[in-house]
């Protein structure tokens, strides 16, 4: 047994604090009906280096990034100082070589603990977040057990050393601590819960407001509220440093507490004061709880509560088994209790990002709000501002791409989700083929007609004053909104909150909600197709009526504009021609009346109605706005509005007439999907401006097959009907609808799908046997624009405009993302070997470590092509096995019918199955990156950085589910519903019983019975038998379930079946 290892349910760490520090969290996870905190933790000191509430600058414990984080937890965290039988000790602090240090974590608690052998005692510490409390609060309980054998006299003073008060905002703090300890203020003192937070606003403002709210910190010891010092100087005197507590050295427990405190200009802090005595095998414990609440009056209506016996325990064990409650979904049992334990943290983490859906009103105006979902922003993340609304049913905002993606698999864990993501992401993408950045959390408001209803709800089902619920529902407002103001104000319901809550909430419309913040990726949009798919494999009956039935689907309209190339084209000052400057904010849309700058904003009409149409007239007008920005060379896809694709750290290219065969790879995923779906209707309505748009663009492709124009020519006239129409879509649609049959739409796209496949031909050539993943361009031939006078056109970006009359292709080196899309979509499994093989063998392979990193080395390309050039090669996007894109190779080669080399891979590419020592943190969770072999550092190759919440999580569940089911699952042949089970499972996963069972569908457990314990896969492979369904006795023969039988797993009436396999034995 090393330093790192699983024993049951916990992932344990020997002297972690000797270890390479790392960076995790706490997944905030309340219940529905709690209020979650964030929590960060490190392997220093004890523990927690920074919570909040609601967001990033409301820091209780100040945030720090990552760096600074490990330097600063043992001194600024949370802090035991211990006088035993008189001498002095702090446990978890400095180097003990009499102390045994271990680290606990579990999905929704952490733990450590000290055997401290010099004095006999073992002291330990646990972390959860309160739950289903209706405040929020980080519980904190120690336990400190005499394991010597004779009595201890105990004195302890356990805390934290600074509080940042309410009101003051984290990033504040940080630059001005010493003039914002000015408003500082504490209440509640006599009731020993003192409560944190400000007199009043500390904005430059002639408006000055007060701050409802504030921090608490209480502790409990035997069903009793402890005194609290709050004034730092108390303990640490003179030592401002925090590092010795000289008043606690020199005085005991019970002089300290009748020292006199004082609060004001300080900034305080929490420490609980404490003395007993230990017999031996004796233990005593403490639950400190610190949090946020909005009144005084709350947080002492709670304390009752807290006192009661076995509360503690109570929640504690409750944090736990919410959590499991959920990650059951992929309960999975295999001969590795890692890969299983693996697998449910994926789960974990990947709805941390996407959200876990939750379904109001099943069977009538159904409602789904994604709960416990952030934007991944952690010390290690420094750079992004994370939100994790402090409510009932909390949601939280993140980006498109990645709340897209982490959705990706919902609805083979929850039927009832349907096509709601799907709808949710077309309606995004606006007319254009862009969407907004941020996705947030979904509001709900009464509809227009249902007014007297909701009126009429409120007055029957609330007791006493309807004010504060009438104030929140007069505008748009979320379940959680609803439920903390029942909570705060004791409002009395003559029915139940839930019921309450799905009846109001059927009055209401649901509203997506989403802003534009910045730019407009070139990928974003990839991720739509993963929902389409997912959806028909669980659904395939319901293809027509996805694609034609409902008609409703918007366009988002965002105030920001992509220009033209006569604005965007320009001359830099050493006179080399870049695209700067693509996309504008649209002063005058913004002017137009009930446009909602950074607000949710749909396209209309000229009438001011919404334009809609079909979500096969969604892919109709992406596929088409996406086909009309290929590059000058035909191959990829064009970063012409200023922002990359999925590799953020190549945020050069745009600037460098930037181009994306990922994306490419992607379109003709589109276009084939059109292709082969369009004609199960005849005719379809197209808003008048896309008709002719798709008719104007289709006439240039044919003349250019028709050799009437030239490469050159052909994309400098689409490029220019493309402006023409973005233009004439600027602000408003006429409101006309144009027929056309779906016969000439296959036409069309299939001869837009020749043209994909001739350039993506093309680009095969300059890749040497891998697809390249970028391509940028050089302006060949150029002209300034000049006006009449002969002057240079400055464009809004400040320099000199130009019109190009040729470009040349620069190839860039190989990145795996290319590939990773192209093995996906390949038929063909000869020739998806022999890409395989050329990437096996070239230096995206990682060697040393048996892994795939993002790229080639890339030391001859210039820094213009982005930030990741000057990263450190082998380190963040540059050179290192970044897990996202490396599990979508994986996932690829599975997808392509590799099987074989999948698992070969497998043992070293996915993070369960390495090395702990070298991955230097628990290989449960996934890190963004794992430092490759080029790095110079060679003691940190294999080392993972930057914790959880990324796209690796949904490829780790996609791959769990080829492995587990196949690539069909449902299918719909002769009217008729077909469960397909085809695992692809290697022999040595099967355990002693020669079985491996895995969650269907989050309610159906199947056992797979392979008594030969051979691959599930390949020529030799054995076959299934029979199917046993263990609820009702049935036997059925064969490898399939058909017709109602395959309905009711579907619909989660059959909770576990028995697969059988052949014995080849």
Not at 177 to 198: A, C, G, Q, R
Not at 456 to 475: F, T, W, Y
Not at 507 to 515: M, Q, V
Not at 1020 to 1040: H, L, N, Q
Request: hydrophobic letters at 35%; a negative charge.
């Amino acid at each position: 047994m090393g330093f790192y290892y699983l024993d049951g349910d916990t992932y344990k760490i020997e002297n972690f604090d000797s270890l390479p520090a790392f960076s995790s969290f706490l997944p905030g996870l309340a219940g529905i009906k709690g209020i979650p905190i964030w929590v960060y933790y490190t392997n220093r000191g004890q523990g927690v280096n920074s919570f909040g509430i609601h967001n990033k600058n409301n820091a209780i414990m100040e945030f720090n990034p990552a760096n600074t984080a490990y330097e600063n937890t043992s001194i600024k965290g949370f802090r035991t100082f211990i006088k035993c039988d008189g001498q002095y000790f702090e446990p978890f602090f400095t180097l003990d070589k009499s102390a045994r240090r271990r680290f606990f974590i579990k999905k929704n608690s952490f733990a450590i603990e000290e055997v401290n052998t010099r004095f006999g005692l073992k002291i330990h510490v646990k972390y959860v977040v309160l739950p289903e409390e209706n405040v929020g609060a980080l519980v904190r309980h120690v336990s400190i057990e005499n394991i010597g054998d004779k009595k201890r006299d105990i004195e302890i003073i356990d805390g934290l050393p600074k509080i940042i008060p309410y009101g003051i905002s984290n990033s504040s703090y940080k630059e001005m601590s010493n003039l914002l300890k000015s408003w500082s203020h504490i209440k509640n003192i006599d009731n020993n819960v003192p409560y944190y937070t400000v007199r009043s606003s500390s904005n430059d403002s002639s408006e000055i407001s007060e701050i409802e709210g504030g921090y608490f910190y209480l502790t409990i010891k035997d069903g009793k509220v402890l005194p609290v010092i709050y004034d730092t100087e108390v303990i640490f005197d003179y030592d401002t440093s925090l590092v010795n507590p000289i008043s606690f050295m020199e005085d005991s427990v019970k002089e300290i507490i009748n020292k006199k405190q004082c609060f004001y200009n300080k900034v305080p802090c929490g420490f609980t004061p404490i003395s007993f005595s230990l017999e031996p095998s004796a233990r005593s414990q403490f639950h400190t709880v610190i949090g946020f609440s909005g009144s005084v009056e709350q947080i002492n209506d709670k304390v009752h509560t807290f006192c009661q016996k076995d509360y503690f325990t109570t929640k504690i064990k409750r944090a736990d088994d919410l959590v499991d409650g959920m990650t059951k979904d992929v309960r999975t049992k295999t001969s590795s209790p890692v890969f299983d334990k693996y697998i449910e943290q994926n789960y974990l983490d990947n709805f941390l990002r996407g959200g876990y859906p939750f379904v109001f009103n099943k069977e009538s105006n159904k409602s789904i709000v994604h709960l416990f979902s952030r934007k991944h922003g952690d010390p290690e993340r420094d750079y992004n501002f994370f939100t994790t609304a402090g409510e009932y049913y909390s949601q939280g905002n993140g980006n498109f791409r990645d709340v897209n993606q982490n959705r990706r698999n919902d609805v083979f864990f929850n039927k009832d989700i349907e096509d709601f993501n799907i709808k949710t992401f077309f309606q995004l993408i606006q007319i254009d083929g862009y969407n907004p950045l941020e996705v947030r959390p979904s509001t709900f408001k009464i509809k227009a007609e249902k007014r007297d209803e909701g009126n009429k709800l409120l007055k029957s089902a609330i007791v006493g004053d309807i004010k504060p619920l009438e104030k929140i529902v007069a505008g748009s407002f979320t379940p959680g909104q609803i439920s903390n103001c029942i909570a705060i104000n004791n409002i009395s319901l003559s029915q139940d909150e839930d019921e309450f809550l799905e009846m109001l909430l059927e009055l209401c419309d649901e509203n997506i909600e989403a802003g534009f913040v910045e730019g407009y990726w070139s990928d974003h949009w990839d991720y739509n197709m993963d929902l389409v798919e997912g959806h028909l494999k669980v659904y395939p009956d319901k293809l027509e009526e996805l694609l034609f039935e409902d008609d409703q689907y918007r366009f988002y309209d965002s105030p920001v504009y992509v220009l033209p190339r006569n604005e965007r084209y320009v001359i830099n000052k050493k006179g080399e021609v870049r695209q700067y400057g693509s996309i504008i904010k649209d002063e005058k849309k913004l002017k137009r009346e009930g446009f909602v700058d950074n607000g949710t904003n749909w396209l209309k009409t000229e009438a001011g109605s919404y334009v809609t149409t079909t979500l096969m007239g969604k892919m109709i007008s992406l596929g088409l706005s996406k086909y009309a920005t290929l590059d000058t060379y035909g191959m990829g896809v064009e970063m012409e509005a200023g922002k990359p694709g999925w590799n953020d750290a190549m945020n050069g290219l745009p600037g460098l007439f930037g181009s994306g065969m990922s994306e490419t790879l992607e379109l003709k995923r589109l276009m084939s999907f059109i292709i082969n779906n369009v004609m199960r209707a005849d005719e379809i309505k197209l808003p008048l401006e896309v008709h002719d748009y798709l008719l104007r663009v289709y006439v240039a492709t044919t003349k250019l097959y028709n050799k009437e124009i030239d490469d050159f020519a052909y994309w400098d006239r689409v490029s220019s009907i493309r402006e023409e129409y973005r233009e004439d879509v600027r602000y408003c649609l006429k409101g006309v609808y144009a027929t056309i049959s779906t016969s000439k739409v296959k036409e069309i796209f299939e001869k837009f799908n020749e043209k994909i496949d001739d350039g993506i031909k093309r680009a095969m050539e300059y890749g040497d046997g891998i697809i390249p993943t970028y391509f940028t361009y050089k302006a060949k031939e150029f002209e300034p624009v000049v006006d009449r006078d002969g002057n240079p056109v400055i464009g809004h970006y400040g320099l000199p405009t130009v019109m190009v009359k040729s470009f040349e292709v620069v190839p860039l080196p190989h990145f795996l993302e290319g590939p990773a899309k192209m093995l996906a979509a390949l038929k063909d499994t000869e020739e998806a070997k022999r890409l395989y093989d050329n990437v096996k063998v070239s230096n995206l392979y990682d060697r040393k470590l048996g892994m795939y990193k993002t790229s080639v080395p890339i030391d001859h390309i210039s820094m213009e092509n982005g930030r990741i050039r000057a990263f450190t090669a082998g380190w963040l996007e540059r050179e290192s096995i970044f897990l996202h894109m490396e599990y979508k190779y994986l996932l690829s080669t599975l997808e392509a019918g590799l099987y074989e080399e999948f698992y070969k891979d497998l043992p070293t590419a996915m993070v369960a199955f390495r090395d702990p020592e070298q991955y230097g943190r628990s290989i449960l969770e996934n890190s963004s990156f794992i430092a490759s072999s080029v790095n110079p550092n060679e003691a940190i190759h294999g080392r993972g950085y930057v914790a959880r919440l990324s796209g690796s999580t949904s490829e780790a569940i996609s791959i769990w589910m080829m492995m587990f089911m196949g690539d069909k699952l449902f299918t719909f042949d002769n009217n008729e519903l077909e469960l397909h089970l085809e695992p692809k499972l290697p022999g040595w996963l099967f355990d002693e019983n020669d079985t491996a069972s895995f969650t269907l569908l989050s309610t159906c457990k199947v056992t797979y019975h392979n008594p030969s314990r051979r691959n599930t896969y390949g020529q030799d492979c054995p076959k299934i038998e029979r199917i046993r369904v263990i609820d009702t006795g049935e036997v059925i023969e064969g490898d399939y379930i058909r017709g109602e039988m395959a309905v009711k797993i579907r619909e989660g009436e059959i909770k576990e079946l028995v697969v059988e396999f052949e014995n080849l034995y």
